[in-house]
């Protein structure tokens, strides 16, 4: 065995305070929030101008290499600094800088996302009912010893191969979002504006979980969609509330806190049962293409605008949207784009969700390879064979 503080340079806490946001500056302050499923979401950064990038970095300036852990809210996560060098520990997070001489960046990142670090890594520490680590923590944080530098380098050559194209996939399916929000805003100039009510309708058809035949579900939460907007395949006997039943393709709008944009549009699979929280208002239309319109109706600027003032509750962190104040919400009227406009937002739709069940696909595959690579049970030429066979398949062609 050996510990973390053996493997790398240097071991940097951050600034325990908040960075001052700039909208703009050109550099983020990654946070914990920031680091959802081992990768920076930079819409939960904080932008940050050059001197506070310069305050937040003066004990160690991130480069390209580097990784930085979340020790605390959660503990586990672990992202890459980019090539661009353009991030700052956040708050709750340390910065890590491998020791090439015995360690590879790449194998290093893989090795700390591995399951059976990730449980060790969240085990409560001091008497604590929480998971978090202090800088000591994450010094003596014990490992495996390490193969050789070659050996490293081909293991993580493997992994590595799905990581980029989950990162290439979810590239797609952010670019394709873009650009129906471009839609959304350009086209919706001089068109007539109408109730939410008159594009879509609001399904309640309630799910008991006592009533239900099946073993497992398919579970549209607000975790799952802030976890990469996966559904969990829930047990039946876990689920302990009422849901709303989902038998169609419609679109998830989170009525709970609506300043953060939760939206999710749902291609439902006929042949698992489907169902959301409550906290979703799940809006239904009579074809794709009216969905499709629905779609650009929520993401307008009018929508969204709006929701956020129709909140109810004085808390921060429980304000809600009724579900009939949300239906009388005013938007364009986006059924009167020409078919072929409204076609083209269908299309981007079905491929963000296309690209979304192969982020699935890859990701399940990698989980899987990750802890028999690590271990040795798995020979680096097996698992590359497995790797290029299912790149092959059309489940997760990109």
């Known amino acids: 065995m050996t ?50 990038f310069d305050e937040w970095t003066k004990r160690l300036r991130p480069q390209y290499g580097d990784l930085l852990l979340a020790r605390e809210a959660p503990v586990g996560p672990i992202v890459k600094v980019p090539v661009e060098e353009n991030v700052a520990p956040g708050q709750r997070t340390v ?154 393709p419609g ?8 300043r953060i944009s939760r939206m999710w549009w749902v291609e439902t699979d006929g042949a698992r049962v489907n169902v959301c929280s409550p906290e979703f208002a799940y809006l239904t239309a009579g074809d794709m293409h009216g969905l499709a319109c629905t779609w650009l109706a929520v993401r307008s600027p009018e929508f969204r605008g709006e929701i956020v003032d129709r909140v109810t509750g004085t808390s921060g962190s429980h304000q809600r949207v009724r579900p009939a104040d949300l239906m009388t919400i005013g938007v364009p009227d986006y059924r009167s784009l020409a078919e072929h406009i409204q076609a083209t937002v269908l299309t981007l739709l079905h491929l963000v969700s296309d690209r979304r069940q192969q982020l699935v696909a890859l990701a399940e595959l990698r989980d899987a390879l990750l802890p028999e690579l690590m271990s040795g049970r798995m020979r680096v030429d097996e698992a590359g064979q497995l790797v290029n066979k299912a790149l092959d398949e059309e489940v997760v062609d990109v």
């Open 3 to 52: 510990v973390l503080g053996d493997l790398c340079l240097n071991i940097v806490d951050c600034v325990h305070k908040t960075a001052p946001i700039n909208e703009q500056g050109t550099y983020f302050a990654v946070g914990t929030p920031a680091m959802r499923g081992n990768s920076i979401d930079y819409s939960l950064a904080r932008r940050i101008d050059d001197a506070t």
């Open 95 to 248: 910065l890590l800088r491998p020791d090439t001489t015995k360690v590879t960046s790449d194998y290093l990142y893989f090795l700390l996302i591995a399951p059976e670090q990730q449980e060790r890594l969240n085990q409560p520490v001091g008497g604590s009912t929480v998971a978090h680590l202090n800088v000591a923590d994450v010094k003596s944080f014990r490992l495996p010893e390490v193969p050789s530098l070659a050996e490293q380098r081909r293991i993580a050559g493997v992994l590595g191969v799905l990581d980029d194209k989950i990162e290439s996939n979810q590239t797609v399916i952010t670019r394709a979002e873009q650009l129906i929000d471009e839609i959304a805003v350009q086209r919706a100039t001089d068109l007539p504006m109408v109730a939410l009510s008159e594009v879509c309708s609001l399904s309640k058809s309630t799910w008991k979980p006592e009533t239900s035949p099946d073993q497992t579900v398919q579970l549209f939460s607000l975790p799952s969609f802030d976890e990469g907007a996966t559904p969990e395949q829930a047990a039946v006997a876990s689920i302990k509330s009422n849901k709303t039943l989902m038998d169609r």
């Open 251 to 258: 679109i998830l709008v989170s009525r709970l806190n609506p």
